[in-house]
């Protein structure tokens, strides 16, 4: 295992050309991977693998079909697919002849589904064929002119990417064809809920891609001899960029699931011999609470990165699993900076050491959680946290005297970008990117989540936005008003969603239920609460925190409390033998 000072030198070192813009965009590095590593395998599914050169010879075919279909730099595509080695490589091809990929959340559906796509304002669409149906079923709250393709065979009656651009000839792209974008131009759409609305597509530029995959490269030193064990969604910046492309630049492969299975992870791990693995904190917990497996400790892992693994289940996970070394880390797609705890120390998302500190000024304010901002004092400038004092992080983008700081690219919505850049912090002029997230920093530096402010929670490794979900709710008939927050349950990582609701004389469970599946499984809530009214504060705010305060226990909510309980697929009134499993955690969540 290297010294975290090593790993710390080594992102350095491989970031380097790209911050001085000396590097290539990562469609062209794809392509000088291939003349090095040629037949050696890069992305590796059940059905189907691409070696290095097979991934290369894809990504000029699908720059090539593009180019057929008159998509230009500028043009924005949506990508709907489940994961699969042609995902990377689609977005690749066409990012390559500069069109921006919006990369699409496969668990939207119906209006969440029509405003996603919407709010980019694509070109076309190109959807998998497993999820043809739910893009039918939105296409009538879309343009009549909006191209759409498939990939692969399905019942849908449209066009087949995969066919067409199996055609195109697979050499490298000349820049007569179509020049090569700058690392400065734009070549995703990530969505990310962000605190407030509906979810917001994020920019997400070459430079940013680049700095990614060589960075986390670096920290995890990763070789042709690494196998990187994927199952989070491509549609993420940690599956679809991070834990796909940092092996790849290495010389690795990435060994690509369509979702997480508790029961066949450890099979697979072992049989694919991986030795890195991408987690997120809910990942961990399924595993520590599976049944003991035979192969759970016989593979061949040197190290497994990821975020959102708390203290509680650190330790344990690490021990029962024999993982060597834990890369915990904290970053937001839009973010203009990131933590790493690359000194495994439990329950940390990471520092900033010391002579990285004037590149990547981060502070923690005080916060005032009624007034949901932080807390600013007479001269109208924010106050900085003492150790171990809670506040919102956020990071330095511009300074008094010139000095810049991080990176924020904003949303494709100027106003959401607006919103995300707190001015006039610690002197007049300074600019600082919010992250929406509450920490606490120790007295050697380490940073500790503590929670979400403003309407987002994160439930199931996901960000939830209460005004989406509240929205949803509202819809449906019967409600007269409701609102969403997030609540602790013992033994889960992050907040499950909530809703008290008023209700009027017609207003059925059964249907609100039905009502709710057109959100994505994560986003409904788990407990309804039936209130007669929701009382405001003074300045008209919804009384959130205290209604989270009251949570689900019959013995302080005197409302009757109801529990979705998905293995009954219905709602259960909570009583205190209910409760007492709940607490228990002997449900499945």
């Not at 990582?493 to 039905?514: K, N, P, S, W, Y």
Request: charged share 20%; aromatic share 8%; net charge neutral.
């Amino acid at each position: 295992m290297r010294s975290p000072l090593k790993a710390w030198l080594h992102a350095l070192e491989a970031t380097a050309p790209i911050e001085r813009g000396q590097a290539p965009i990562l469609p062209l590095l794809i392509d000088t991977l291939a003349e090095r590593f040629d037949a050696a395998p890069a992305l590796l599914a059940r059905d189907v693998s691409l070696s290095y050169r097979a991934l290369a010879q894809a990504v000029s075919r699908y720059a090539r079909w593009g180019l057929a279909h008159g998509l230009k730099a500028g043009d924005v595509v949506c990508l709907l697919m489940e994961n699969c080695p042609d995902y990377m490589a689609i977005w690749l091809g066409l990012s390559r002849i500069g069109v921006t990929v919006s990369l699409l959340n496969t668990n939207l559906t119906g209006e969440l589904l029509a405003h996603a796509i919407r709010v980019v304002a694509p070109r076309c669409v190109l959807v998998g064929a497993a999820l043809s149906a739910a893009l039918e079923a939105a296409r009538a709250r879309l343009p009549s002119t909006l191209g759409c393709w498939a990939h692969g065979a399905g019942d849908a009656d449209l066009p087949r990417l995969d066919l067409e651009a199996a055609r195109m000839p697979a050499d490298r792209l000349s820049d007569s064809e179509a020049p090569a974008p700058s690392l400065e131009d734009r070549a995703l759409f990530i969505y990310t809920s962000g605190t407030t609305g509906l979810p917001k597509a994020a920019n997400v530029s070459h430079f940013r891609l680049m700095q990614w995959t060589h960075w986390f490269a670096g920290l995890m030193d990763t070789a042709p001899s690494d196998r990187m064990y994927n199952c989070l969604p491509m549609y993420h910046s940690i599956g679809g960029v991070v834990a796909s492309g940092a092996p790849l630049v290495g010389g690795g492969a990435v060994v690509l699931r369509e979702r997480f299975s508790a029961r066949e992870f450890w099979q697979d791990i072992v049989q694919e011999r991986c030795t890195l693995f991408q987690y997120i904190g809910e990942l961990c917990r399924y595993l520590l609470a599976s049944p003991p497996q035979a192969q759970e400790t016989r593979h061949a892992l040197r190290l497994c990165c990821g975020n959102g693994l708390r203290a509680e289940v650190w330790e344990e996970f690490q021990r029962r699993f024999r993982i060597p070394q834990i890369l915990e880390y904290y970053a937001a797609t839009e973010g203009s900076f990131s933590l790493y705890n690359c000194e495994g120390r439990a329950g940390a998302i990471g520092r900033i050491p010391a002579f990285l500190a004037h590149r990547v000024p981060v502070a923690l304010v005080r916060f005032d959680t009624e007034a949901g901002a932080p807390v600013r004092d007479e001269a109208g400038r924010c106050l900085r946290c003492a150790p171990d004092e809670v506040g919102e992080a956020i990071g330095a983008l511009s300074r008094p005297g010139g000095q810049d700081g991080g990176r924020f690219e904003g949303y494709a919505d100027p106003e959401a970008s607006k919103q995300k850049i707190l001015r006039d912090v610690f002197a007049e002029g300074d600019a600082w990117y919010r992250t929406g997230d509450l920490m606490r920093q120790d007295e050697q530096g380490f940073f500790y989540f503590v929670d979400r402010v403003g309407d987002t929670f994160r439930w199931k490794g996901e960000n939830v936005s209460t005004g989406e979900v509240t929205a949803v709710i509202t819809a449906c008939p019967g409600v007269s008003d409701a609102v969403v927050y997030g609540v602790s349950v013992p033994g889960t990582e992050g907040r499950a969603g909530m809703a008290a609701v008023v209700v009027a004389a017609q207003f059925e469970l059964a249907a609100l239920r039905h009502h709710l599946q057109a959100l994505p499984a994560y986003a409904r809530p788990l407990f309804i609460r039936i209130v007669p009214s929701i009382e405001l504060t003074g300045t008209f705010r919804l009384k959130k925190s205290e209604l989270a305060l009251q949570g689900y226990d019959p013995a302080r909510v005197s409302d009757p409390v109801y529990f979705d309980d998905r293995a009954l697929e219905a709602y259960v009134r909570v009583d205190g033998a209910l409760y007492e499993r709940l607490r228990a955690g002997s449900l499945r969540l």
